[in-house]
């Protein structure tokens, strides 16, 4: 609590109410209207927390005008340059940077549960051939709740822990498990001796009749798209975790709804609609056409990847993710990709447009973590699953520091009614 306050007058009843203001250690201070209502008698208006802080965290900031992602207080730039995702993930769940012995041990318990139950794998048969990995990835997550309800008490640190291990171990083996569906092709179980990524690329492409290499590059590209989306602060799929489990819900069960939530074309789901548009725009010549759609209010279309709810200058990681993708088509021998052509050559003109210059629209992560993935060989369908496998480590992170929280209420937003008021029933014959 900082001695600012706001002063807020009822002008109807003369009466005034002082707001206290509430600091955080970096970042805009915000009024806490807790009172509001019981002195009031009024809520809060915010439709889509365009000003509204939803909760205190020690997790992520974001400084959107400065272009500055901090995990934990580490720039993403440092750690993308120097860290891993795993140490990334123990970085964002524990608070601290592991010393090696604690890394090591972190490392040894993700890798030695990568496996998940027969019934669960079994389960993937029951999907349609053409269903939507992350519609089998969100059912599955959810189903582990079903595996792991009785020894999961919430409210005990140590089973805490381990549901961070097991759920961040195996959601690996859970999206290559729906690829494997997706593709016709038997399941290939984990091998711990592998990396994170390395293990992850083994369990998409590996057949059984065929050994399988590793491109380090391929692998190194991987951890650093997870590095990238580990985390960011209160969004909408994070936000849905913090809600479901707030309730007390099962963790596994709120995971799967931050990963039905991530699914949106707004959120998680724009990287795949990135590629579907530079598809539908084809050539360079058919950009001003394509943008000119774009700024026609009634056309709906909106130029995929472009604009950030909080970044209103650049995305740090997309300045990072641009030169990664660079570097895989040139050494992965896609160097004449046209989609990569085209999807600079729109947003150099994008980035000199007038429409998109005075709303402060620049490229966000996605613009250009569908290319890397198209590179890497990665169906479409499945680049919205490989964004929750990252996040899995950040909506970790939140569900532990939201539930370890002595103060922690259910979340229960209220609403402006603008709906009829009170009328009574009418008999059907009298309706009219
Ligand atoms: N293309 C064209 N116009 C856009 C775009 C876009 N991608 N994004 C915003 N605008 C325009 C809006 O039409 C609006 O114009 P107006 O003032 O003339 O009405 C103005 O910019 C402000 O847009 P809002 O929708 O109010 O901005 P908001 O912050 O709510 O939206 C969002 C953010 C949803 C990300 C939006 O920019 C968008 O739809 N982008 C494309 C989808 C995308 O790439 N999402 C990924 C986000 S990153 C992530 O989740 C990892």
């Given at each position: 609590?900082t001695?600012?306050?706001f002063?807020?007058?009822?002008?109807a009843s003369g009466?005034?109410?002082?707001?206290?203001?509430r600091?955080?250690t970096i970042?805009?201070d915000v009024?806490d209207?807790s009172?509001?209502?019981k002195?009031?008698?009024?809520?809060t208006?915010?439709p889509?927390?365009?000003?509204?802080?939803?909760?205190?965290s020690?997790?992520?900031?974001i400084?959107?005008?400065?272009?500055?992602?901090?995990?934990r207080g580490?720039?993403?730039?440092?750690?993308a340059?120097k860290s891993s995702f795993?140490?990334?993930?123990?970085?964002?769940i524990n608070?601290?940077?592991?010393?090696s012995?604690e890394?090591?041990d972190?490392q040894?318990n993700?890798?030695?549960?990568?496996m998940?139950?027969e019934?669960?794998?079994r389960?993937?048969?029951g999907?349609?051939?053409?269903a939507h990995?992350m519609?089998?990835?969100s059912?599955?997550?959810?189903?582990?709740?079903?595996?792991?309800h009785?020894?999961?008490?919430?409210?005990n640190p140590r089973h805490?822990?381990i549901f961070?291990?097991?759920?961040?171990?195996?959601?690996?083996t859970i999206?290559?498990?729906?690829?494997?569906?997706?593709?016709g092709q038997?399941f290939?179980?984990?091998?711990?001796?592998?990396s994170?990524c390395?293990n992850?690329l083994?369990?998409?492409?590996?057949v059984?009749?065929?050994?399988?290499?590793?491109?380090?590059?391929?692998a190194?590209?991987?951890?650093?798209?997870l590095?990238?989306h580990a985390d960011h602060e209160?969004?909408?799929?994070?936000?849905?975790?913090?809600?479901?489990g707030?309730t007390?819900a099962?963790p596994y069960a709120?995971?799967s709804?931050?990963?039905?939530?991530?699914w949106?074309p707004?959120?998680g789901?724009?990287n795949?609609?990135?590629?579907?548009?530079?598809?539908?725009?084809?050539?360079?010549?058919?950009?001003p056409n394509?943008l000119a759609?774009v700024?026609?209010k009634?056309s709906?279309?909106?130029?995929m990847g472009?604009g950030h709810r909080?970044?209103?200058n650049?995305?740090?990681r997309?300045?990072?993710i641009?030169?990664?993708?660079?570097?895989?088509?040139?050494?992965?021998?896609r160097?004449?990709?046209?989609l990569?052509?085209?999807a600079l050559?729109?947003e150099?003109?994008?980035?000199?447009d007038?429409y998109f210059?005075?709303?402060?629209?620049?490229?966000?992560?996605d613009?250009y973590s569908?290319?890397i993935y198209?590179a890497?060989?990665i169906?479409?369908?499945?680049f919205?699953?490989?964004f929750?496998?990252?996040?899995t480590a950040?909506w970790?992170a939140?569900?532990?520091e939201?539930?370890?929280?002595?103060n922690?209420k259910i979340?229960?937003?209220r609403?402006?009614y603008t709906?009829?008021v009170?009328r009574?029933?009418?008999e059907i014959?009298?309706?009219?």
């Open positions: 609590m001695n600012k306050t002063e807020l007058l009822d002008e009466k005034k109410t002082k707001l206290p203001v600091s955080g970042g805009p009024l209207i009172v509001l209502n002195d009031h008698g009024v809520f208006f915010d889509g927390f365009m000003a509204t802080a939803s909760t205190e020690k997790i992520t900031y400084d959107g005008d400065a272009g500055v992602l901090l995990y580490y720039p993403i730039e440092q750690l340059d795993l140490e990334v993930a123990y970085l964002l608070g601290n940077l592991p010393q012995t890394l090591a972190f040894h993700i890798q030695r549960h990568t998940i139950n019934s669960l794998l389960m993937f048969n999907f349609h051939y053409d990995p519609a089998m990835v059912a599955t997550v959810a189903s582990m709740s079903a595996f792991y009785d020894s999961m008490d919430i409210n805490r822990e961070a291990h097991r759920i961040i171990a195996k959601i690996p999206a290559a498990a729906a690829y494997k569906r997706a593709s038997p290939i179980y984990p091998r711990n001796e592998l994170y390395g992850l083994h369990m998409f492409y590996a059984p009749c065929e050994p399988y290499e590793i491109h380090p590059l391929a190194e590209a991987l951890d650093l798209l590095i990238l209160q969004n909408a799929s994070t936000s849905t975790v913090r809600l479901a707030s007390g099962n709120a995971i709804s931050g990963v039905s939530a991530l949106g707004a959120h789901g724009a795949e609609a990135v590629l579907e548009m530079l598809e539908d725009i084809g050539t360079v010549d058919n950009i394509f759609q700024k026609d009634n709906h279309v909106r130029l472009f909080v970044y209103k650049f995305d740090p997309a300045k990072i641009r030169d990664m993708c660079h570097k895989v088509l040139a050494k992965m021998g160097g004449d990709n046209p990569l052509e085209l050559r729109l150099e003109v994008a980035l000199s007038e210059i005075s709303r402060k629209l620049y490229p966000n992560v613009f569908g290319i198209s890497l060989g169906p479409r369908s499945m919205t699953v490989m929750a496998i990252a996040r950040g970790v939140h569900w532990q939201m539930i370890a929280d002595p922690m979340g229960r937003p609403q402006l709906g009829p009170k009574d029933y009418q014959v009298k309706r009219n």
